[in-house]
């Protein structure tokens, strides 16, 4: 019986939204301004990652050379980064062209801030609730 083959997994993680429950003096901010209603978390696995990373430096280079998109003020910005929020609709059609081709998984989890459950289930830690939804099961 020959050993199972080790291979290696990469994992990328963003958010949306955050942890927060409480304000100043304790209070429940959850759906005021600056506080959302929900923590979204989203995982990116991989068996190889760098034909992706050089997949989009070469998009970020052919975005910088692009005659039109260069004049664009969020590319001039910050081509370091794609991020949906920042780049403007053009670039995000020309990432998910890119990203549609290109071989890895997602699972993305949606979690509810509902203060008395976090309360019980987290002892109104943010830490533990983060935590506890940032454990993919791939």
Not at 25 to 31: A, F, L, N, S
């Amino acid at each position: 019986m020959q050993p199972a083959a080790s291979k290696t997994v990469s994992f990328f993680v963003d958010e949306s939204g955050d942890p927060v429950f409480y304000g100043k003096g304790g209070q429940i901010i959850v759906g005021q301004e600056g506080c959302s209603r929900m923590l979204i978390l989203g995982f990116v696995q991989t068996e190889n990652p760098q034909p992706i990373r050089e997949a989009l430096a070469q998009l970020r280079q052919q975005v910088a050379n692009d005659a039109y998109l260069a004049t664009i003020p969020s590319v001039k910005k910050n081509l370091l980064h794609f991020h949906a929020k920042d780049d403007c609709p053009e670039v995000r059609m020309l990432v998910f062209k890119l990203l549609a081709s290109m071989e890895f998984s997602v699972q993305t989890v949606v979690a509810r801030k509902i203060e008395p459950m976090f309360r019980s289930r987290y002892q109104g830690n943010q830490d533990r609730f983060y935590e506890d939804l940032g454990q993919p099961s791939f």
